[in-house]
């Protein structure tokens, strides 16, 4: 069983920096794809970056340049989000799997989910 907590979210005025963390317990190698997903309200859950083995990583299109997405270690992920925008606005959650196909592996399918952070960005 692996269990999944997020951190750092906040609110922060357009063009401002948040930094996310998500803290693993249990057995996760580095084989695992991690993702950070977000979910604004009434808009389905969107994959926002993934990553595996520290460098196999994927962007989505309204992020890249922006958001930076690593691991500290096999249990440790992160989600650097500079020049936010209010449509940043969401509940960002951390996922881990070990059958998602990574680099990829942004559809909503991976079999462990943290509880979520809140990030909002006003203008």
């Known amino acids: 069983q692996v269990r999944l907590v997020e951190s750092g979210g906040g609110s922060v005025e357009d063009g401002g920096s948040l930094r996310l963390s998500c803290e693993a317990s249990?057995?996760?190698?580095?084989?695992?794809?991690w993702a950070w997903f977000r979910q604004a309200p009434g808009k389905e859950r969107e994959g926002v970056a993934s990553?595996?083995?520290?460098?196999?990583i994927t962007y989505a299109d309204s992020v890249k340049g922006r958001f930076t997405i690593s691991q500290a270690n096999t249990n440790t992920l992160y989600l650097q989000m500079n020049s936010l925008r209010p449509e940043d606005t969401a509940m960002y959650y951390c996922a881990a799997d070990s059958n998602m196909p990574c680099p990829g592996g942004l559809a909503p399918r991976h079999n462990n989910w943290g509880q979520g952070t809140q990030v909002t960005v006003s203008s």
């Open positions: 249990g057995y996760i190698s580095w084989t695992y794809c």
């Open positions: 990553i595996m083995s520290g460098h196999y």
